[in-house]
């Protein structure tokens, strides 16, 4: 079982950037894919960006360029830089983890919400 609780989320103008965090429990989480994913009002949830355990990584067409997805294994903790804010980055964004070999994330975080003002 892993709980994960998400943090550094805010309100920033856009341009701006933001460092979220997202501290895991167990002793197990360098095994674990670790994803940031984002739901805005009326959207689908979608990933924003994923990170294995062997730091290989990838991100949404969207945030390519702005967003960086990074994890430190001996504090547990996975972050997600957003810099170059945009309105249209607006969203609760969640925390989850996974092993490598199921398809989908079996762990969620309870979210964080960035809202971007123009």
């Known amino acids: 079982q892993v709980q994960l609780v998400e943090s550094g989320g805010g309100l920033v103008q856009a341009g701006g950037s933001l460092r979220l965090s997202c501290a895991a429990s167990?002793?197990?989480?360098?095994?674990?894919?670790m994803g940031w994913f984002r739901q805005a009002p009326g959207k689908e949830r979608e990933l924003v960006a994923a990170i294995t355990s062997g730091g290989s990584t990838n991100y949404a067409d969207s945030v390519k360029g702005r967003f960086t997805i990074s994890r430190d294994n001996a504090k547990n903790t996975v972050y997600l830089q957003l810099n170059s804010l945009k309105p249209e980055d607006t969203a609760v964004y969640f925390c989850a983890a996974k092993y490598p070999w199921i398809a989908g994330y079996n762990y969620w975080g309870q979210g964080t919400q960035v809202t971007v003002s123009s």
């Open positions: 167990g002793r197990t989480f360098s095994s674990y894919v």
